[in-house]
């Protein structure tokens, strides 16, 4: 990664993905090379499987449970990303060699992410406490990467990264869920595009 910017992870929540290999195709057109499938979709596995056969960096959020760790990596999924701290899902992960990102928001939560594995910590919801908090989480937590989601946007996103947050979760800013319904490519390709020009941090 570059010094100054930071990667993007584009978070798919939608009730209809025609063609998710196209979606992640048309993010990564945009500068955004790394999509979450998240277990609010329906038949989200099938998705995964599309994606990760053409080649994609895909991954599934939302996981909650083993067996849904356990399904979202037999379809594909190079990474999974969880809401909160979920030891099982990081057991499920670690038995599979899949990297986890789990989900916390106070200092204690970091540290429990970071002592069942993960390979990164959600800071969710970001927009709980702002970018300032990724800096206060940096002085005890130096080392570890963090991840800003939840109420991220192209007018804040930079700021995050700014602040300490190693990555940012784009949300319905670049993947609305009635163009990705749709197969609005090239609105989605626009999107990330103007996402991650935003993204660009200004000492």
Partial sequence: MRAGTGPVIAVVRA???PDAAALCAALAEGGIGFTELTFTTPDVT???ERAAQAGRRVGVGTVLTAEQAERGIAAGASFLVTPGCRPEV???ARAAGVPV???ALTPTEVAHAVDLGAAAVKIFPARAFGPGYFKDLRGPYPQVPLVASGGVNA???AEFLRQGALAV?????VVPPEAVAAGDWAEIT?????FTAACAVRE
Avoid at 190 to 194: E, L, T
């Fill in 90 to 92: 990081a057991r499920a």
């Fill in 15 to 17: 009730p209809r993905i």
């Fill in 169 to 173: 979760c784009a949300g319905t800013d």
């Fill in 155 to 157: 007018g804040n996103a």
């Fill in 101 to 103: 990102v789990l989900g």
């Fill in 190 to 194: 626009r999107r990330a595009r103007a």
């Fill in 46 to 48: 099938t998705h995964l």
